[in-house]
């Protein structure tokens, strides 16, 4: 059972189909120095087939537990127990199908979302959709670099600003796996979801959640359309959750496996990378889940319901629990969860660069560039803010990232529907339909965030 490479073509099936392109748009691969690199059984047992194609989806699973999903979660469990894990469910069931959509255009077009844009949209409108792209990498980074310098601060007692520096340097680290091999990438990143999932497993145990309020929690509520406040945490957790650069990471690293680039190869790819993504994002899942019912098992059965700050869980969890490595643990998966995600974020600045501006840069000095757009932001709204304020800070960039969501879920629901750039490979009406009504659903919570908080009636 041997492991082949197949010979690339410049063609796609997307690019056989009449109308479906640009002409003049251009054509390069996406991560060109790991393209098709990972090579696939083409026989034998299934799970050897998906193990080949298991990896993808954890890098984009970083995304969906990343430190703004802690800020919003803790805020949502500690504030109102186990109502907002329906939305938790929903934002995941969300995502599990659009991330489906990224990986279905990537391997059907051999075009990354950014690409797939470039090559349909006018030369402004692309320069815009960058730019709220660039705004979305932003506001996550601002999340994953004051997470990762806050737990540096509670393990090792590192300055806020040293944190945030040092988080900075994760473009080194980027360089160093990506040399060695997508794998070597993919390996570090599943590990330290390894230890995330682990930390969470201990805690949850000893927090001993009812397993009724759990359930009952993933029950749709009414009153978190009603509650204004619940309402803002919850499209925070949205957010938080379906984040709109990881559509594009998603759209590009699965074209590093090297199936056949044939319609039945692609077909079987997009099986593959399907069920690596569900599979990954049910570990999000848990994740997100674990952190507010830590927070409502904890802080909200204990009448600390005002607690959002990163660093007021970690001094409260250990004597509320009554274990005394409890805190510890919460440290080291926040830890762990800002590295990862600051690496996939630095990732997914340089696929967002190369596919809207089609620069001709090396790979090390685009990175460099990417992640310099997006930290510089963060490091002086962290110098400015200091200790205090960050879990509002952290929210509110949650905020930022559900209202660039249309801006990326709409072009790659447009471009997955469409069956003259997709061919055989265009989603069905039915999947179609409710991929709209999840972009429709985006569109509106945005649109009514953003109502009210011009007309003043939430503040962060």
């Known amino acids: 059972m041997d492991a082949r490479t197949p010979q690339m073509s410049p063609v796609s099936v997307a690019d056989t189909v009449s109308g479906g392109w640009r002409g003049d748009a251009g054509h390069a691969r996406s991560l ?56 938790i469910l929903l934002s995941n069931l969300m995502a599990i199908l659009l991330q489906a959509l990224a ?185 997100n889940a674990a952190i507010l019912v830590l927070a409502a098992a904890t802080f909200h059965k204990s009448g600390h319901s005002d607690v959002a700050e990163i660093d007021q869980a970690f001094e409260l969890l250990s004597p509320l629990l009554g274990l005394g490595i409890a805190s510890t643990l919460f440290a080291v998966a926040l830890l762990a969860s800002g590295l990862n995600s600051t690496v996939t974020a630095t990732l997914a600045g340089q696929i967002v660069m190369q596919g809207f501006l089609d620069l001709k840069l090396p790979d090390w000095l685009q990175r460099l560039v990417t992640r310099g757009i997006a930290i510089v932001p963060v490091i002086v709204v962290a110098a400015l803010y200091g200790e205090s304020g960050t879990a509002q800070l952290l929210v509110f960039s949650q905020v930022v990232l559900s209202m660039q969501l249309p801006f990326a879920v709409i072009p790659l629901v447009r471009f997955v529907s469409d069956k003259r750039k997709m061919g055989a490979f265009a989603i069905s009406r039915p999947v179609a339909v409710a991929a709209w009504i999840v972009a429709g659903l985006i569109v509106i919570l945005n649109v009514k965030l953003l109502i009210d908080t011009i007309f003043g009636t939430w503040s962060v």
Not at 69 to 76: I, K, R, S, V, Y
Not at 133 to 144: K, P, R, T, V
Not at 247 to 265: C, K, M, N
């Open 32 to 87: 060109p120095e790991v393209n098709a690199t990972v090579a696939v059984p083409t026989g034998g047992l299934w799970w050897r087939r998906l193990l080949a194609f298991a990896g993808p989806g954890y890098l984009v699973s970083v995304g969906y537990m990343d430190p703004g999903n802690w800020a919003t979660d803790l805020a949502g469990g500690s504030k109102f127990g186990y109502t907002l894990l329906s939305v």
């Open 103 to 287: 990986a279905r255009l990537g391997i059907a077009t051999d075009r990354d979302l950014a690409q797939a844009c470039r090559a349909t949209y006018s030369r402004p409108v692309n320069l815009l959709l960058w730019l709220a792209c660039e705004a979305a990498i932003i506001a996550c980074d601002l999340a994953e670099v004051i997470g990762t310098a806050i737990a540096l601060k509670l393990l090792f007692g590192i300055p806020l600003i040293g944190g945030a520096l040092l988080a900075a340097l994760d473009a080194f680290l980027m360089l160093l796996l990506m040399n060695r091999g997508f794998r070597f990438l993919e390996a570090f990143v599943i590990a330290l979801l390894i230890v995330i999932a682990v930390c969470f497993g201990v805690q949850i145990a000893a927090a001993a959640p009812p397993i009724a309020g759990v359930i009952g929690g993933f029950m749709p509520s009414r009153e978190i359309v009603t509650n204004p406040e619940m309402l803002y945490i919850a499209i925070g957790i949205i957010g938080a959750t379906v984040m709109p650069h990881n559509l594009y990471l998603h759209s590009s690293i699965v074209q590093t496996r090297a199936y056949p680039r044939t319609e039945a190869g692609r077909r079987d790819a997009i099986k593959w990378a399907t069920t690596d993504s569900t599979i990954a994002l049910m570990l999000a899942l848990f994740v």
